[in-house]
């Protein structure tokens, strides 16, 4: 390997490597330099890289060299070995790109203080896509692919009133940041979309939301929830199902009680400053619980109370 012209020690390995998420071993193909000992890891194409393998095995044997099917080993073009770009902050109205998409290996997007008032579409294309590499000799092609996506969006600061539904086809998404915005809803059809498998963070705080579907708590993978400075009057009342929760923020809203639920969360950290509860300590355990009386203790007080005689 080279880098600016100075040689690079590199060791080049090939195995299988475990999916967590389909459980199911892949070929990859992992090289390892002096400065980055853990390696990169990328996913091979079988048939090709059994070609690939059958001409250096070849070589190795010390076979004649022109019987082997080898191109002449030329410079590479810059964008054939530049690092795809895997993060973007755009932090001003005058950088926000007009012509040109958003580059297709993002895996983290920030897009703030630029004014926007809906959520670019060009940002919702960035759900998945394969980096194919290829190394390419005169009769086969070593064709390594790396799949990426984006994995956290932050927008915010901006002038956002509405979300897409289609921000649920991000499937590898897991924080959304979306503080500081004129939001005055969260839609069902988010809550139900495949951000129920992947979705850690969620910022909406300093928004205009007055309350959260029912359909909100199916978001159970969250870990982190901040909902303070908006006008919210009440929690969804099945907020116990977000079992993963830990740091919840609903200060400065316009809560005056908590749904009985709460209290199955599991929290490390929680924020309920600067509402209107009802009761001085609404984390208060303790229930008042008026059950309706029985009839016999209704007559009884009747009696007592009218001064019946009910001993004739």
Same mark, same amino acid.
């Given at each position: ?14 195995? %299988? ?26 996913? $091979? ?9 059958? $001409? ?77 590499? %290829?190394?390419?000799? $005169? ?91 908006? %006008? ?18 609903? $200060? ?61």
């Amino acid at each position: 390997m080279k880098s600016r012209g100075k040689g690079v020690r590199a060791v080049v390995s090939i195995g %299988k490597h475990l999916d967590k998420s389909s459980q199911r071993s892949t070929i990859y193909m992992m090289i390892c330099t002096a400065k980055d000992r853990t390696g990169s890891k990328y996913k $091979a194409d079988a048939n090709s890289l059994k070609n690939f393998l059958s $001409a250096a095995r070849l070589a190795d044997r010390g076979s004649d060299t022109s019987s082997l099917p080898l191109s002449t080993l030329t410079p590479v073009r810059a964008r054939d070995v530049e690092q795809p770009k895997k993060k973007l902050s755009v932090m001003s109205k005058k950088d926000y790109p007009l012509t040109s998409n958003f580059p297709y290996s993002l895996e983290q997007l920030q897009v703030s203080y630029c004014k926007l008032s809906r959520v670019d579409m060009r940002m919702l294309s960035l759900k998945g896509t394969s980096i194919i590499y %290829k190394i390419t000799a $005169a009769m086969m092609t070593l064709v390594i692919v790396l799949f990426v996506a984006l994995r956290r969006l932050d927008l915010s600061n901006n002038h956002i009133k509405k979300l897409p539904a289609t921000i649920g086809d991000l499937s590898c998404l897991s924080e959304l940041i979306l503080h500081n915005n004129h939001l005055e809803a969260f839609s069902e059809a988010l809550c139900l979309s495949t951000l129920q498998q992947t979705l850690q963070v969620l910022d909406l705080s300093q928004n205009r939301l007055q309350s959260l579907p029912t359909q909100f708590c199916q978001l159970r993978e969250l870990m982190n929830l901040k909902l303070e400075d908006n %006008k919210l009057v009440g929690l969804p009342f099945q907020i116990g199902r977000l079992s993963k929760l830990r740091f919840l923020s609903a $200060a400065h809203n316009e809560l005056t009680v908590l749904p009985a639920d709460f209290f199955k969360l599991s929290l490390e950290n929680l924020d309920l400053f600067g509402n209107p509860f009802i009761q001085p300590n609404p984390l208060d355990h303790s229930m008042q619980l008026a059950f309706p009386l029985p009839l016999q203790e209704i007559a009884s007080r009747a009696v007592a109370s009218l001064r019946l005689d009910y001993y004739s």
